[in-house]
């Protein structure tokens, strides 16, 4: 059970991850750099029963021992692709099948236009459900997920609210 989420974790943040950061040749000098991490956030860690995971494809990563549900954040900051908040939601929506699009909402966040969307959708024919806040600031990129097992997505949803509100870029 929580192999699957963890494969959806990777799934989708590595697919964000080639799909905004291109394919880079090292023998070409005018390809495009792979993007930066961002500095100087603040946020509060998920608590409960999350605890935090190694992923290289994201900034930082925490799973429900429990259930799976896991919390993330990826960041890429002078990228030379531009790409808008719905191309962003896009590229993370790729590495799912059967997507339903349940609610998406443009907002202000951290001073800045953001997207919210929550999509239903399958990995590997595990229906799963994921939220995403969706934002840039000061030339940087921002995604913030919350992904489990539909039947258990509701268990975490508090503290992914927390987690979004606490979130503060530079």
Sequence with gaps: MMGHLFKLGIVLVTAGYLFAAGCVSIDNPLAAPIPKKATDLFFTA??????????????????????????????????????????????NLAALTNVEITDSKEYIFNEREALMTTVNGQVDGVDIKLRLVIFKKNGCNFTLSFVGRKKFFGQGEKIFKSFVEDFKAP
């Excluded at 992923?55 to 960041?75: E, F």
Aim: hydrophobic residues 30%; glycine residues 4%; proline residues 2%.
């Design 46 to 91: 998920p608590a409960h029963e999350f605890k935090e995971i190694k992923n290289n494809t994201v900034d930082r990563a925490w799973q429900d021992t429990k259930n799976g549900n896991t919390i993330a954040y990826l960041s890429e900051c002078n990228a030379k692709t531009e790409s808008s908040l719905k191309g962003m939601e896009a590229e």
